[in-house]
């Protein structure tokens, strides 16, 4: 089967891996073009996905989105028999859908339908989620609404992080994605139909949505730095610079939302409770411990975060 993959981050690379040790006849790699990084913006990164294709000779298109005559042009001469969706990062329009003979399919890091949208990781967390899982499904126009053809679970971690999760994810995936192109090879593949009256929606992050609200129980201000590591971050702000909040648990106590209760270790009270940070990253700084942060020119106890 003539397969042509769509991906662009790290959470795509083991499912082209997989199907590179399957021996699928991958035909071309469809990802995002290169970003621009540094001050100058001057130096080009090209996308994870970009550099195993390249590994491996794979003909590779770059475009800003995927539509207009001459990217089909440049697909149809590849002749796909089925297209292969992991987190790329842009809807696919319907004309590039009905392309591949057999259609095209979607890894999705959620348990469909719940949590559609761009960040299902990062919301399975933030809502306190213990059970989230990946969905491979048909894709129909529209997001994430196509009808159901393989589903794997598996538990969140009390205190596990978007970052850890996605990888844990990203493995699950791939597993699924092969375990499907068998079944759909055999013949023994039956689609369900999603409930979209159980759907629910896990928009993209935005840096308002990762700026914490210490008037928030402790559990919600540590879910929510949880699944925001390790991008892009939850942040406060301390003498109206924005440091960055990692590795928090909760713990009893009381205080004020936002004051400092202890620097050794590092504490901070919230609506009910204390989070307790190891680790932080003050603007233009590396991740640092904590505590290495308050004996520098970090805050005493009695001052507060806004």
Not at 161 to 189: F, I, K, P
Not at 206 to 232: G, H, M, N, T, Y
Not at 281 to 294: D, S
């Amino acid at each position: 089967m003539r397969i042509v993959f769509f991906g662009t981050p790290a959470f795509a690379v083991p499912s082209l891996e997989a199907l590179i040790a399957e021996r699928a006849t991958i035909v071309g790699v469809v990802t995002q073009p290169d970003k621009a990084r540094g001050r100058s913006r001057s130096r080009l990164v090209p996308p994870p996905v970009k550099l195993l294709a390249e590994q491996h000779g794979f003909s590779i298109l770059q475009p800003e989105r995927p539509a207009g005559d001459v990217f089909l042009a440049a697909l149809r001469h590849w002749q796909p028999e089925l297209g292969v969706v992991v987190a790329y990062g842009h809807l696919i329009r319907p004309e590039v859908l009905a392309l591949p003979s057999r259609g095209m399919i979607n890894v999705h890091a959620s348990l469909l339908p719940e949590l559609r949208g761009a960040g299902p990781i990062n919301w399975a967390i933030l809502r306190g989620d213990t059970e989230t899982g990946v969905t491979v499904i048909q894709m129909e126009r529209g997001m994430d609404n196509g009808p159901i053809l393989r589903q794997a679970t598996t538990p969140i971690g009390p205190r596990e992080t978007a970052g850890e999760l996605s990888s844990r994810l990203a493995t699950l995936g791939a597993d699924t994605l092969v375990e499907t192109l068998a079944l759909m090879q055999m013949g023994r593949l039956a689609p369900v139909p999603q409930e979209h009256h159980r759907a629910t929606f896990a928009p993209k992050i935005d840096r308002k949505l990762a700026r914490i609200d210490w008037s928030e129980s402790a559990l919600a201000v540590a879910r929510q730095i949880r699944a925001f590591d390790p991008e892009p971050g939850s942040w406060t702000t301390w003498r109206e610079t924005e440091v960055q909040l990692f590795r928090p648990a909760v713990v009893p106590g009381t205080g004020e939302p936002g004051t400092v209760t202890s620097t050794v270790p590092f504490r901070v009270a919230a609506g009910d409770g204390l989070v307790e940070i190891a680790e932080v990253q003050p603007a233009g700084r590396a991740r640092m411990e904590a505590e290495a942060w308050c004996r520098g020119r970090g805050p005493e106890v009695g001052n507060r975060l806004e």
